[in-house]
Each structure stands twice: as structure tokens, then as C-alpha cells.
């Protein structure tokens, strides 16, 4: 339960606005990266007092501050006094069981999301990184739970002028971070589409008592998807929309093909959701055929030896004055007859198709 529904206890009875960090603890320091780039030309600076990055908060080039790892309170809380982030947001930045928001201020935009992936050490599963992103005209600051991600491939087409990266601005930046996620969430799905069609053959084929423990892990994969890409439409659908002066009007093009990519997930992610739902029907029913058959079988045995014991209990009795005791053919004749009723009794089933 604790991967759905996080312990955010730790934070009652403080005041609105208190940044305390809620999820699990990253081992080591926090990482904080400047990447200051232009049409001309592309630096980065590894920074180790975060008083370092406050000069390029003003800086004619677009800066894209990475800060990787959230329990460093004091360091966030630095950067956001500095920048003059609101409270409640600093909160919601360390705070990882935040739902996906949106929140437009005139001089930035934040954003909360979910980037998914697969499990290094357990491909069936999938994890959460909660990340936060805050974009301006000339900065974009990410912050992530840990270090190394999707997001490394975009830094270096930042640094190798790939592409068109170095001529826009940081919305533009903004953009190709969240389509970095979000083409992410294609892999997972497919990934998740993979292993229901493999579930699928063998429901229809050969259902286990295991069959049952991979549909349920499958529903609880898809709810887990459903639960953070859902919210992320409307951050796609206000981007796109153009009300942020921040989003100029080309860029918006981008978000509204983000966005339909979030819409296209979505429908898989509901299809998927009815597969399963379906499978688990076909389960149950499977499962009560399988006893069907096997209480037909053993109906069939019973209702063939049900006269047989009648004839045994008859001349099982002990009385003296029963005539076919004492016929020399008695035995053998009461074997073919029990054997006739036998075969009758198959003959009879199989015309009926009970057998």
C-alpha cells in the first residue's frame, strides 16, 4: 500500500509552507548542475555552494539549473528564498507524494509530475521519481529524486548543438523535458501490453493458480500509470492552450503534441484496463469450467455405480432363503448383468453428451 498511498504524516501540525521532505532518502549529497547555453556556444558548471547559481538567474543565456536529490532542505530552501518561489511550492518540491500540478505566477511556471520507469532489478515493476520543474524566460530548475535519467540524452544535444535546442528558449526547454517523460510512458505501456498478451495465451491455453497473482500485479501496473499520467492532461492541455505568457505561441505547438500523446496513453491505458478486467472473468469462469468437468467426471463414476451397489447390497445380505445364492450360474450371471448396466449406462451418457 505504501507504493499508492505515501506516509505524509511526519507533516501535521506544521505551518503552510513547511518544506519537509516526504519519501525515501537518496544516499549522498545533492548534485547541482548549470548548463548556460546560447546559439554559440554551450557551458556547464558543477556546483558546490548553491550560492553559485544565483548569478544565473539574470544571465542573457538560457541556464538549465538540475538539482538532483530532495532531502537537502536548506539547500532548496536557499535557492527558493533567492529566486522568490513561493513557500508552498518549495513544500510541494519535497513533499513526493504530490499529485501532478500545474501553478502559472507571472514571472515563472511550476510544474509537478511523475517520471515512470522500469525497475533495474525487476523489469515487471514499475517506480516513481517525483519531479518538479520551474521555468522562466532565461532559467529552467529541475528537481529530481536521484541522479541519472532520461534527461541526460537532452544535455547532450544541449552541449553537441544538436538540433534545434541551443536556438530556442527555455520553454522550448521545458517542453522537450516533459516529451522526454512522456515517451517514457509509451516504452511502459508497451512493455505492460507485452506482458498481458503473453498472460492472455496462457489463460486461454493453460490457466495455473499463478495466473490469477500476474493479472492482479497487471491491474495494479496499469492503476499505478493511470494514478500520476491522468492529472498530467491538464498540465499538457494549459501549456498548449497558450495561457502562459512564459509559452510562446510556437512552442505551444510542441505541448499540444505532447498532449496528444498523453491522450493516446491514456486510451491504451484504458483498453488495457478492460482487457484485464475481462481476463479476470475468463479466469473465473475457466476455473469453474475446469470444476464443472472434473464434478461431471466423477458424477458420471457415481451415478455408474450407484445400481452396481444396489445388486451387491441385495445379495450381500444375510438371509437364508434367497434361491439365486445357490444357482450354479448365479455368480457369473450377476457379473454380466452388472457389467450389461455398466456399458447401458455409458451408451446412455454419451447419446445425451454428459460424457
Same mark, same amino acid.
Given at each position: 500500500?505504501?507504493?499508492?498511498?505515501?506516509?505524509?504524516?511526519?507533516?501535521?501540525?506544521?505551518?503552510?509552507?513547511?518544506?519537509?521532505?516526504?519519501?525515501?532518502r537518496?544516499?549522498?549529497?545533492?548534485?547541482?548542475?548549470?548548463?548556460?547555453?546560447?546559439?554559440?556556444?554551450?557551458?556547464?558548471?558543477?556546483?558546490?555552494?548553491?550560492?553559485?547559481?544565483?548569478?544565473?538567474?539574470?544571465?542573457?543565456?538560457?541556464? $538549465?539549473i538540475?538539482?538532483?536529490?530532495?532531502?537537502?532542505?536548506?539547500?532548496?530552501?536557499?535557492?527558493?528564498?533567492?529566486?522568490?518561489?513561493?513557500?508552498?511550492?518549495?513544500?510541494?518540491?519535497?513533499?513526493?507524494?504530490?499529485?501532478?500540478?500545474?501553478?502559472?505566477?507571472?514571472?515563472?511556471?511550476?510544474?509537478?509530475?511523475?517520471?515512470?520507469?522500469?525497475?533495474?532489478?525487476?523489469?515487471?515493476?514499475?517506480?516513481?521519481?517525483?519531479?518538479?520543474?520551474?521555468f522562466?524566460?532565461?532559467?529552467?530548475?529541475? *528537481?529530481?529524486?536521484?541522479?541519472?535519467?532520461?534527461?541526460?540524452?537532452?544535455?547532450?544535444?544541449?552541449?553537441?548543438?544538436?538540433?534545434?535546442?541551443?536556438?530556442?528558449?527555455?520553454?522550448?526547454?521545458?517542453?522537450?523535458?516533459?516529451?522526454?517523460?512522456?515517451? /517514457?510512458?509509451?516504452?511502459?505501456?508497451?512493455?505492460?501490453?507485452?506482458?498481458?498478451?503473453?498472460?492472455?495465451?496462457?489463460?486461454? /491455453?493453460?490457466?495455473?493458480?499463478?495466473?490469477?497473482?500476474?493479472?492482479?500485479?497487471l491491474k495494479?501496473e496499469?492503476?499505478?500509470?493511470?494514478?500520476?499520467?491522468?492529472?498530467?492532461?491538464?498540465?499538457?492541455?494549459?501549456?498548449?492552450?497558450?495561457?502562459?505568457?512564459?509559452?510562446?505561441h510556437?512552442?505551444?505547438?510542441?505541448f499540444?503534441?505532447?498532449?496528444?500523446?498523453?491522450?493516446?496513453?491514456?486510451?491504451?491505458?484504458?483498453?488495457?484496463?478492460?482487457?484485464?478486467?475481462?481476463?479476470?472473468?475468463?479466469?473465473?469462469?475457466?476455473?469453474?469450467?475446469?470444476?464443472?468437468?472434473?464434478?461431471?467426471?466423477?458424477?458420471?463414476?457415481?451415478?455408474?455405480?450407484?445400481?452396481?451397489? *444396489?445388486?451387491?447390497?441385495?445379495?450381500?445380505? /444375510?438371509?437364508?432363503?434367497?434361491?439365486?445364492?445357490? $444357482?450354479?450360474?448365479?455368480?457369473?450371471?450377476? $457379473?454380466?448383468?452388472?457389467?450389461?448396466?455398466?456399458?447401458?449406462?455409458?451408451?446412455?451418457?454419451?447419446?445425451?453428451? $454428459?460424457?
Amino acid at each position: 500500500m505504501t507504493r499508492y498511498v505515501k506516509k505524509v504524516s511526519d507533516k501535521a501540525g506544521l505551518p503552510p509552507g513547511t518544506a519537509v521532505h516526504i519519501g525515501e532518502r537518496k544516499p549522498g549529497r545533492v548534485r547541482v548542475r548549470v548548463l548556460d547555453y546560447d546559439r554559440d556556444q554551450a557551458t556547464e558548471h558543477e556546483i558546490h555552494d548553491i550560492r553559485e547559481v544565483f548569478r544565473f538567474r539574470d544571465t542573457p543565456s538560457v541556464s $538549465w539549473i538540475s538539482i538532483d536529490g530532495l532531502h537537502d532542505i536548506r539547500l532548496i530552501e536557499q535557492l527558493g528564498a533567492h529566486f522568490g518561489f513561493h513557500p508552498l511550492f518549495l513544500e510541494d518540491i519535497v513533499n513526493t507524494a504530490s499529485r501532478p500540478k500545474i501553478e502559472d505566477f507571472e514571472s515563472y511556471v511550476f510544474i509537478v509530475f511523475k517520471m515512470l520507469s522500469e525497475d533495474r532489478y525487476d523489469g515487471r515493476k514499475i517506480v516513481s521519481e517525483h519531479v518538479s520543474l520551474i521555468f522562466s524566460e532565461r532559467y529552467v530548475i529541475s *528537481f529530481q529524486e536521484r541522479e541519472g535519467d532520461m534527461f541526460d540524452s537532452i544535455r547532450q544535444r544541449i552541449i553537441s548543438a544538436a538540433g534545434s535546442l541551443r536556438k530556442k528558449g527555455a520553454d522550448y526547454l521545458a517542453y522537450r523535458l516533459m516529451d522526454a517523460v512522456v515517451d /517514457n510512458y509509451f516504452a511502459l505501456i508497451e512493455s505492460i501490453g507485452e506482458q498481458v498478451d503473453d498472460t492472455e495465451d496462457l489463460l486461454l /491455453n493453460r490457466p495455473e493458480k499463478d495466473t490469477i497473482h500476474v493479472i492482479h500485479r497487471l491491474k495494479s501496473e496499469n492503476l499505478f500509470l493511470h494514478k500520476f499520467i491522468f492529472p498530467l492532461r491538464d498540465i499538457l492541455s494549459y501549456l498548449e492552450r497558450g495561457e502562459s505568457d512564459l509559452v510562446k505561441h510556437e512552442t505551444g505547438v510542441y505541448f499540444r503534441d505532447v498532449y496528444d500523446h498523453t491522450i493516446q496513453i491514456m486510451d491504451n491505458i484504458e483498453t488495457l484496463r478492460d482487457v484485464l478486467s475481462g481476463m479476470m472473468d475468463i479466469y473465473l469462469s475457466s476455473m469453474s469450467n475446469r470444476m464443472n468437468e472434473v464434478m461431471k467426471v466423477l458424477t458420471v463414476f457415481a451415478s455408474l455405480f450407484i445400481p452396481l451397489t *444396489f445388486l451387491v447390497g441385495v445379495y450381500g445380505m /444375510n438371509f437364508d432363503y434367497m434361491p439365486e445364492l445357490h $444357482w450354479r450360474w448365479a455368480y457369473p450371471v450377476l $457379473w454380466i448383468v452388472m457389467v450389461g448396466m455398466g456399458v447401458c449406462l455409458l451408451v446412455f451418457f454419451r447419446k445425451k453428451k $454428459w460424457l
